[in-house]
């Protein structure tokens, strides 16, 4: 297995547990969290397939994603107890997601010849929707609009991929830079707990 | 008019009265309640053409449905003090609809060569997520993923469809059978208010 | 520039300011004020897009229209203590923008060869759903379906343009008047405070 599959793999199974650990705290059923585990995963992959045109979307052809989505949540309410005490692995895990998923979104944008601007909202709405659709469904204004430097490093990672290109270095090199500058600021914003600033 | 069109027409009508219902008790004006109808009416199917990339979706191109729901609509807002007597009748219709969708998304995914869970997955999204839409925008988390064993009934009808097809019966009869256990469920459900447990 | 290409602008402009003080009011940080910004303006143009099948949505192909969010997301935050003295020329290009859209929206059905019902719904959705997102996401009740003759604005000049489509007048003129009619019907609204009759 490469480098690649892992850390998607990896972000999948972060947003699935943190999806269900979501409702749990919402008093969900278990239908309801199993479908909230789905939709913080691979809603953000959803809206940006739609968006693009790439239908079926891809989680519909490919039920090795279901089939990880279903065993992470059945895993995650058994072992609930003890995943609080997992909370760096998950921090990590969740920011490889959203370095991956940035990755995902912005070489989906490229593949159909979309330019800067629109590659990297495709990347960050990768990243980060299914976390709205997550805090939406789950009748809150979405974390994401209001506490977290999130979505910024996702595009800070972007404009720092396509300043990366112009520099003509290898590709492989240019992705593994993308994902660990978002890594990067992620990590550095939950360590230091920042925020980006109001107005109003 | 043949056996399946009838249920279809029945399910269509018991989703936009349950939608005008919700939208009354939470005020909406006129408008607002007839965007309700038609979403809870429409809303699953649509989700399904979208992921599945059968556009433009089916409602557009086929205005009897349109009418159906602006009929149903007017119908019940004329009526409605008498409606909450047909509590029963409507429980049915809706419990048929649920049934009938859920066959229609398996079929519809069955038709693009999706997998089995993929099929399910559909049936159950055609099924429940006019109503997840509803609550959605009337504010609310989604009654389906508290209260209720709704989606549960199509995942089960799902997994026995599947299973008749395996024993080779005829076409007719797997519809049939899929459609009855599903109402089955539901129905029970509903009689002896049973729900799904918690995690917490 | 010509006339349409110009209404067009001012109806973006005006749902991104729109989009923008509305998030102030809900202590959104930045991006959050930039994600509700992007949805109110390309939101309903965006649903049109995906349910009649015109993907990738136009937005992503068109990056004039994302720097023009932008930058009116960024002078509406430098300049917000004075936008308020602005009211009623935001209201004004508000209901220039809802004519405009109900516009586009019929001819895009209009395009694909939809019957009317389907047009006039296509013009309604374009119209009002970036806000019907905008307030979901803020965890808001849509105030098109609870306080405004809006929507029906657009319904009333979208049967306005069947009507004088009968009668065979220029297509210039019929664009037109289907503008004029929604703008006078909106801003009658507005200064009259005419509300739709609730139900209940």
């Not at 008093?27 to 913080?40: E, M, P, R, W, Y």
């Not at 949540?73 to 991956?100: E, R």
């Not at 800067?116 to 979405?142: H, K, M, Q, W, Y």
């Amino acid at each position: 297995m490469e480098f690649f599959t892992i850390i998607n793999i990896g972000g999948t199974i972060a947003f699935a547990i943190s999806g269900t650990l979501a409702g749990i705290r919402k008093q969900l059923d278990i239908f309801g969290l199993l479908v909230i585990a789905f939709v913080t995963s691979i809603g953000g992959g959803t809206i940006r397939d739609i968006l693009i045109g790439h239908l079926p979307v891809r989680w519909l052809l490919d039920s090795s994603v279901i089939l990880l989505i279903t065993c992470t949540f059945i895993l995650t309410i058994l072992l609930k107890n003890h995943i609080d005490k997992l909370d760096k692995t998950l921090t990590f895990f969740d920011s490889l997601g959203l370095g991956f998923f940035t990755l995902r979104g912005i070489q989906e944008g490229l593949a159909i010849d979309l330019d800067i601007s629109a590659c990297i909202i495709l990347g960050t709405i990768t990243a980060c929707f299914g976390g709205v659709i997550r805090d939406t469904l789950l009748n809150e204004i979405p974390t994401l609009f209001k506490k977290e430097i999130y979505a910024t490093a996702c595009i800070v990672g972007g404009l720092c991929y396509f300043l990366l290109k112009q520099l003509a270095l290898p590709n492989e090199l240019i992705d593994l830079s993308t994902i660990l500058i978002i890594v990067g600021i992620r990590l550095l914003a939950v360590k230091k707990n920042i925020s980006l600033p109001r107005v109003g």
